[in-house]
């Protein structure tokens, strides 16, 4: 069964930069439906292989990217 979630809830990202990466396509052959399924899931596919990367910029859980970014900026800066 589904937990059910009372609220919505929003989610933001403070210092997120994702880029995706090049495709390029040549010669296909097929319909338009598979080749849009296929570009959503080469898009999840490099969501989920960069999702240490979303979490930790996530505001929900403190955003520990950028208290990384904070702290390594500060640090080198007292030294």
């Given at each position: ?21 090049e495709v390029r ?15 959503i899931a080469h898009c ?36």
């Amino acid at each position: 069964d589904a937990l059910p979630i009372p609220k919505p809830v929003f989610l933001s990202f403070t210092g997120l930069a994702l880029t995706f990466p090049e495709v390029r396509l040549t010669d296909v052959a097929t319909t338009g439906f598979v080749l849009g399924q296929e570009l959503i899931a080469h898009c999840i596919a490099f969501l989920l292989l960069n999702s240490p990367v979303l979490l930790g910029s996530c505001d929900l859980l403190g955003n520990p990217v950028q208290a990384y970014r904070h702290l390594h900026s500060g640090i080198s800066d007292l030294l």
